[in-house]
């Protein structure tokens, strides 16, 4: 949810070019679509999302500048990879984001305002660097 979110508003600031990818740190959902009512939340946004879900590979490192994790066992997880560069690491919030999986929809609509608030925050302190 949270690299479609920041996809649709780097588009709203004109920062389309920045490049932006999602992977979990393990391969449970591999090239699935996001869980349906990830999609439905999004759409009912204004947001189209189409993405499968991956695994963190090792280049993700070299090839990105910044690797933000959702909760602490995310970022432990992350930060174990042989290839980690903990420069580039860091959590997304100052808090874990719940993983609304197992919630009802009323989680995702809750996960969906944490992360609407936090990738404002990130496309100001970007903006504020460029």
């Avoid at 649709?8 to 600031?13: G, T």
């Avoid at 860091?90 to 992360?115: I, K, S, T, W």
């Amino acid at each position: 949810m949270a690299e479609a979110i920041l996809r649709h508003q780097l588009d709203e600031a004109g920062l389309d070019h920045i490049e932006v990818d999602s992977a979990g740190t393990g391969a449970w959902h591999a090239g699935e679509l996001a869980d349906p009512r990830t999609r439905r939340t999004l759409r009912a946004r204004g947001i189209h999302y189409d993405g499968r879900a991956r695994q963190l590979r090792a280049e993700d490192f070299e090839v990105f500048d910044l690797i933000l994790t959702m909760d602490s066992q995310n970022l432990r997880d992350t930060l174990g990879w042989r290839e980690a560069r903990a420069e580039k690491v860091r959590r997304f919030l100052e808090h874990d984001v719940p993983d609304p999986y197992y919630d009802e929809a009323q989680g995702f609509e809750r996960v969906y305002e944490m992360l609407d608030t936090g990738c404002r925050r990130l496309i100001a302190e970007i903006a504020e660097k460029a």
